[in-house]
DNA sequence: AAATTAATGTCGCAC
DNA sequence: GTGCGACGTTAATTT
């Protein structure tokens, strides 16, 4: 089993495991020492599928593809769908047995308490392989580079629009940037990447009453809504609140 | 490559193909047919990723698995966590060529227009396999579940609730359950599978309010957030504005 | 661990 | 297609 190293290859790659149409016994073996090693799996063929947890599903037989990741993550595919149909997240512990001759692999978390069953009834393929990613995903676009745009040209927002704080927490929660008009008014900024309908609106007047009462003063507060558009339904309720808005990208030049 | 059932083993069972560290090239010919026959594939190797469109995002090199499937869904998962790092939705068209003598794939979509590109470095393994699902999921526990619950059991929001109406639209959106209470007081029922938080309680406000416009009375009209509980801030919010909180599981029996 | 919000959220449904 | 809300949302951050 273990590679003492006297062999012809190189060994310094990392030689993955593939197996086709494997008994099930193959399978069971090849998967628990991957998953003890803590490689990647996948498994491919038609299974049937239980969870019980925060709800509880059951799915019937049918071909999946199922991903068990070094972190305790397990996720099933079907042939359709940006969504596993079903999953267990990262932290989950996976058991990996045979029952009445088939392929089943059982992985449980705690905290809520879940539990997710895949059972295969036949298998097209196993897959494990050591995985290294050193790298982060580097994001542009995001309610981040949305803050730092306006906090770098306040005048987006309005002439002389002053930014005081960000993060600002209210009772109601953080707000996005505080600051004070050209009036000396305080201003509630609440930033979207995108388009936003009324839970945006719900969610900036939660914010400026929070400020009202937290300020407890007389003061008039300004609430402004910043983000590429808005619908009908948001710019309604924002006139209804007196709520104001603002049009602006995350990304400059993305009209 | 066509096979004409003349081989020896049985043909009726889909034969999926594997290949460990294979060229580039014949990499690039098992994908492209299999994306051209509709079959899923997986690719394993380090890879680059680059994708733009809602946002932009980079990603240098490391070791991911690549998902295609047949529906034109793209997924490119990490060692770590549910969500993949990168993806392309459902409806995508994936090109498989060569860069550089480097696997090179790109998937478009439009409406938002959208790119993802996926260059591997090295391959260590790529598997194609028909797919066939004809199961859907039955799931349990939603708020679906929640809503068939109180309507035939309509004391358990309070006594003599008399449920009239589900998904009765408002200019705000539709409610989950109107009805009328004992003194023929109009009721709001907002329905939550899970604890809920403050944006719950302004979603509630806004339906009550867009009644009060609808109905355009002076009847007073009282909104009732269901759901297994509350966090602290959400019922000094429903205590702000005069909205009420009955504790309910989806599930009975889930304490 | 609980709370709150962002997300390339995705997904489904109604219009 | 847009709008709106649910989702076993997940993920990150803060308390």
Chains 1, 2 share one sequence.
């Not at 310094?12 to 998953?35: H, Q, Y």
């Not at 290294?132 to 040209?153: A, F």
């Not at 927002?157 to 600051?179: H, M, N, Q, V």
């Not at 300020?215 to 619908?231: F, K, Y």
Request: with cysteine; proline share 7%.
């Amino acid at each position: 089993m273990t590679d003492t190293g006297d062999d012809h290859g190189p060994t310094f790659e990392r030689t993955p495991e593939l197996a086709v149409d494997p008994p099930a016994e193959t399978a069971r073996e090849r998967i628990a020492g991957a998953v003890d090693r803590g490689d990647m799996v996948t498994v491919f063929g038609r299974c049937r599928v239980e969870y019980d947890g925060r709800a509880k599903s059951t799915l019937g037989p049918g071909d999946r593809l199922l991903v068990l990741k070094p972190d305790g993550t397990a996720l099933v595919h079907t042939d359709e769908g940006h969504q596993p149909v079903n999953w267990q997240p990262p932290g989950s512990t996976h058991e990996v047995g045979l029952d009445d001759a088939q392929l089943h692999i059982e992985s449980r978390r705690t905290g809520p308490e879940e539990y997710l069953e895949v059972t295969f009834e036949s298998i097209e393929y196993v897959t494990t392989v050591d995985v290294t990613d050193p790298e982060d995903l580097s994001l542009s676009g995001t309610e981040e580079d949305l803050r730092e745009r306006v906090l770098e040209s306040p005048g987006l927002i309005e002439p002389d629009f002053e930014p005081l704080a960000t993060e600002r927490s209210t009772p109601a929660g953080a707000i996005d940037i505080y600051g004070e008009d050209s009036e000396n008014r305080a201003v509630v900024v609440e930033l979207k990447r995108r388009r936003v309908g009324p839970d945006a609106v719900g969610q900036l007047d939660r914010y400026v009453d929070a400020l009202a009462r937290d300020l407890h003063a007389d003061r008039e507060i300004r609430g402004i809504l910043v983000a590429p558009s808005a619908t009908d339904r948001a710019q309604e309720l924002l006139a209804e609140k007196n709520l104001e808005f603002v049009a602006l990208e995350p990304m400059p030049g993305e009209e």
